[in-house]
């Protein structure tokens, strides 16, 4: 049974640093490309990051660019997301969901795309 299980959200503030993880099970690192989307209040579910063992690519949202960093440990099948320099408008739901297939360059912010979902972690920034 495939499932990913996302924890490390919290309250922190701005500035701060948060690390949230994606444990995967029912499959392997190398089988399918991890991403991390997210959600706030009243907005669309947006792409933040992707990581693909196969291609050995990572992808950023123009907003996250400099700031997280997606990195995967195949031996924990866990995949990390390090927010640093946080902001209030990273306040949201986040979570993490596998896909797979080809040139993932070109939909890897599409949540269509995605077969496999973990339950949303909040991550709260105050200012």
């Known amino acids: 049974e495939v499932q990913l299980q996302a924890y490390g959200g919290g309250l922190v503030q701005a500035g701060g640093s948060l690390r949230l993880s994606c444990v995967v099970s029912g499959f392997t690192l190398d089988d399918f490309a991890i991403a991390w989307f997210r959600q706030a209040p009243g907005k669309a579910r947006e792409g933040v990051s992707c990581i693909s063992n196969s291609e050995q690519r990572t992808y950023y949202a123009h907003s996250v660019k400099g700031r997280f960093t997606i990195t995967s440990d195949n031996a924990k099948n866990t995949v990390y997301l390090q927010m640093n320099n946080l902001k209030p408008e990273d306040t949201a739901v986040y979570y993490c969901?596998?896909?797979?297939?080809?040139?993932?360059?070109?939909?890897?912010?599409?949540?269509?795309?995605?077969?496999?979902w973990g339950q949303g972690t909040l991550v709260t920034v105050s200012s």
């Open positions: 969901a596998a896909a797979a297939g080809p040139n993932l360059s070109s939909w890897w912010t599409i949540f269509g795309e995605y077969d496999y």
